[in-house]
């Protein structure tokens, strides 16, 4: 039972939780697309695994993995890759990256752009990735 000491309050709006907590809850309603660029290595499968483990705990979250897979040695592809990625007004870039200041340039100009980057296998210093 409630006191009548304290003012009764009532939340009618995500909005009015704490910021991590209210995001998250908005969130479940939208289908997020999340591109998936990855280098063709040896540990590719090994990757496509440790995501798709790491994306069932989200199991409350429509998200959509588009997977691209890019040579080695192709850093215009990935450059390309991750230009098309704004375009395409995806919620998040899982990148394995080619270290070039190229990617590192093209990293920056999807974050500021709202996008977050996440790099695995290998990270890219001096950009702005997550």
């Known amino acids: 039972m409630l006191s009548s000491s304290f003012p009764r309050l009532e939340v009618?709006?995500?909005a009015a939780l704490p910021a991590p907590?209210?995001?998250?809850l908005k969130m479940q309603d939208k289908?997020?697309?999340?591109?998936?660029?990855?280098?063709?290595?040896?540990?590719?499968?090994?990757?496509?695994?440790?995501i798709e483990e790491e994306l069932k705990k989200y199991g409350?979250?429509?998200?959509e993995l588009d997977y691209m897979t890019i040579p080695y040695s192709e850093t215009e592809k990935q450059v390309r890759a991750?230009?098309?990625?704004?375009?395409?007004?995806?919620?998040?870039v899982i990148l394995s990256p080619i270290n070039s200041p190229e990617i590192v340039?093209?990293?920056d100009a999807c974050t500021l752009a709202g996008i977050p980057?996440?790099?695995v296998n290998t990270d890219i210093k001096?950009?702005?990735r997550q």
Do not use: H, N, P, W
Not at 33 to 42: A, F, H, N, P, S
């Open 105 to 107: 340039k093209e990293i």
């Open 31 to 50: 289908e997020l697309r999340i591109k998936v660029i990855l280098l063709e290595v040896d540990a590719r499968s090994y990757l496509e695994k440790g």
């Open 12 to 14: 009618d709006d995500v």
């Open 126 to 128: 001096g950009s702005r």
């Open 82 to 92: 991750l230009r098309s990625c704004i375009g395409e007004k995806v919620q998040g």
């Open 117 to 119: 980057v996440v790099t």
């Open 60 to 63: 409350s979250f429509q998200i």
């Open 21 to 24: 907590i209210g995001k998250a």
